[in-house]
């Protein structure tokens, strides 16, 4: 598509080619835009200042999301110059936390269509409605059922929001080009009996479908995407667990694929013991984890911490017993019966414990992470505990959104005296402590699944695997600097995500050309193989 072939009022609705108020006058002229437009043009760098003070005058993170949403199907290559030039400070309004909150009012603040929709009643068609899409070279896919949103439980095709402002950050933080995503909403129902009583509910009016008709349709959508699109990488998105792992277990081997909850949470966890540890000193084998949760994202990440254990020298069900799971019914035992099978590597030997500060004294773990999505659980007797047994014990409450997280940062450093290594999934401001100001880390999985992308689309890699995550974990951990650990920070700060992302998407690339995984040929410089692959939101000529 070019703007040889589009002009006139319908250029001013094609987002990808759209300029607004920048078009020259000779460009007005030639492409039947004068007295479309008022007649004074003005640069992208005039557009951005003006946008950025509209911004500024409104009164919530949500209206903010809203004025953007609608610039970027105005304007694309404005949409993403803006996220461009500070990703750190727009990433809070067009992912978490404010698209949770957009999600939860979604059927009544939706303005335009965006991404496609692709209900169960319309199994056996899902090729043909796939088609519809028109850029024919799609090579990346989110996709959600909308059953586990956040934090949030089932919202439909309300979470149609997640994939939107997951690609959105594809391209922000790593420059994966915005053409090449797409994201998607399997609709199976819903079981959220309020959204099925509201009439401006958007999707199907009925319970969610499961067992071999769930598959099926599922089996469906993986064909056609690889019918239509064979380069295509699927992202699955906050699918619930009894779904999550099964799905991501039945085609990792088949396609190209991978499930952000599980995978990029994991990395960005191990990512996150790798800071930790250049703070401790200790080594990841001597380190034993005790997880608040029980799901796909706490077993995806016990089982990529078991893996780099592995890769360490460590037998690998040593590894595995060194990651203690509790959920609702307690610790993770032998003597359970309620288990499912993508949990029973990580079923312990040991009496029932239904406490998890007697698990945490009972097991005297190095690290608790909290992926249970439950608020305040890392409370002051938990922390107590942790700090009692470890000198510098690691603190990951992990569950979004804020109001999900298992402690605070002022807490976890509050109540261990300042001796915690924290990090959440949700933002914490710093927090002083005996005349010390620790900042608290963000274990956000936009250090990974980005730049995963990045390196994925330049080398059009047919698989994704577990040595790749762990390879981006390693790669985001070797770039926080001494005075980044000296404030407590183990991540690399997030005003630096794109320079980070580059860096990362550079290690991946590498170890994808290494496992003769790419359909490219290997280039001399993969550094710079890499940045001449990403997207630049510049007006083109």
């Known amino acids: 598509m070019s703007t040889n072939t589009i002009t006139g009022y319908s250029l001013l609705r094609t987002p990808r080619l759209n300029k607004g108020t920048a078009f020259t006058p000779a460009e007005r002229r030639d492409l039947k835009l004068e007295g479309l437009l008022p007649p004074a043009p003005l640069?992208?760098?005039?557009?951005?200042?003006r946008l950025q003070a509209e911004l500024a005058k409104l009164d919530s993170d949500l209206q903010r999301y809203m004025l953007l949403s609608d610039l970027q199907v105005r304007n694309e290559t404005l949409f993403y110059a803006l996220l461009m030039?500070?990703?750190?400070?727009?990433?809070p309004i067009v992912y978490t936390p404010t698209v949770g909150e957009v999600c939860q009012k979604f059927d009544h603040i939706f303005r335009h269509p965006r991404g496609m929709y692709l209900p169960i009643s319309a199994r056996g068609r899902l090729r043909e409605i796939l088609g519809n899409w028109p850029q024919q070279d799609v090579r990346f896919i989110v996709v959600t059922d909308g059953e586990r949103i956040l934090g949030l439980g089932d919202l439909g095709v309300s979470g149609m929001g997640i994939p939107i402002g997951k690609l959105s950050l594809y391209t922000a933080c790593a420059g994966v080009p915005p053409q090449y995503c797409l994201p998607i909403t399997l609709d199976v129902g819903t079981n959220n009996e309020q959204l099925l009583e509201d009439p401006l509910y958007l999707g199907l009016r009925q319970n969610r479908v499961r067992g071999d008709e769930?598959?099926?349709?599922i089996d469906e959508f993986v064909d056609a995407v690889q019918a239509l699109y064979p380069k295509c990488c699927i992202q699955w998105e906050d699918f619930a667990n009894p779904n999550a792992a099964p799905i991501l277990a039945h085609y990792r081997d088949k396609v190209c694929t991978f499930n952000d909850d599980i995978q990029g949470t994991a990395a960005v966890a191990v990512a996150g013991i790798y800071g930790a540890l250049r703070i401790s000193g200790q080594a990841l084998t001597e380190q034993r984890f005790l997880f608040l949760g029980g799901g796909s994202a706490a077993t995806g990440i016990a089982e990529l911490i078991s893996q780099a254990m592995a890769m360490e020298g460590m037998d690998i069900a040593e590894a595995r017993s060194r990651n203690a799971l509790f959920d609702v019914n307690g610790l993770l035992v032998t003597s359970r019966t309620d288990l499912n099978s993508f949990q029973k590597p990580f079923v312990l030997e040991?009496?029932?414990?239904?406490?998890?500060?007697?698990?945490?004294k009972a097991l005297r773990p190095t690290g608790i992470i909290?992926?249970?999505?439950?608020?305040?659980l890392f409370n002051q007797h938990v922390i107590e505990a942790m700090a009692e047994i470890n000198e510098r014990p690691i603190i990951f409450p992990y569950s979004n959104p804020t109001s999900r997280s298992e402690c605070t940062a002022e807490e976890a450093y509050g109540w261990s005296e300042g001796r915690a290594i924290f990090a959440s999934g949700s933002p914490f401001p710093p927090v002083e402590i005996g005349g010390k100001t620790l900042v608290p880390g963000q274990g956000n999985n936009v250090y990974i699944f980005p730049a995963m992308g990045l390196a994925v689309f330049a080398t059009e890699a047919t698989r994704i695997t577990d040595e790749m995550?762990?390879?981006?974990?390693?790669?985001?951990?070797e770039q926080v600097t001494e005075a980044n650990l000296d404030?407590?920070?183990i991540y690399p700060p997030q005003s630096k995500i794109y320079e980070a992302s580059l860096h990362v998407a550079t290690r991946v690339a590498e170890h994808i050309f290494d496992k003769n995984l790419a359909r490219v040929d290997r280039p001399a410089d993969v550094a710079t193989f890499i940045r001449s692959h990403v997207y630049r939101p510049t007006y083109g000529v």
């Open 43 to 49: 640069s992208l760098e005039l557009q951005l200042a």
């Open 85 to 91: 030039s500070d990703p750190a400070h727009f990433m």
């Open 214 to 217: 769930y598959m099926a349709f």
């Open 350 to 360: 040991h009496e029932p414990i239904t406490s998890f500060v007697e698990a945490v």
């Open 370 to 376: 909290g992926v249970s999505t439950v608020p305040k």
């Open 469 to 477: 995550f762990i390879v981006a974990a390693k790669a985001v951990a």
């Open 487 to 489: 404030t407590g920070l």
